[in-house]
């Protein structure tokens, strides 16, 4: 997260971003496999990577209107 301020990588506060820092499952180290939650040495149920992957597009659907919101912004002050 920037600044370690603890609110995220677009400040709407823990747990919101990629998954990829220390904050995900407690760990650190990640490889980042294309998913954006880094290499877990756990194995998981369907159910569970059904859930994961709900989870993170929500979290991306977030960050992409975020980017909209900025765009739409720059676009003002021409």
């Known amino acids: 997260m920037p600044k370690f ?3 995220g990588p677009l400040g709407y506060g823990p747990m919101t971003g990629r ?3 220390p904050c995900r499952f407690g ?3 990640g490889f ?3 998913y954006g939650r880094g290499f ?3 194995f998981f149920t369907r159910k569970e ?3 994961e992957l709900e989870e993170e597009m929500k979290d991306l659907e977030k960050e992409l209107e975020a980017v909209k ?3 739409q912004e ?3 002050q021409k």
């Open 49 to 51: 990577e059904k859930e």
């Open 27 to 29: 760990t650190g180290g």
């Open 40 to 42: 877990e040495r756990r």
């Open 19 to 21: 998954g990829m820092g």
């Open 74 to 76: 720059l676009e003002g």
């Open 32 to 34: 980042g496999w294309g």
């Open 69 to 71: 919101e900025r765009l």
């Open 5 to 7: 301020d603890g609110t």
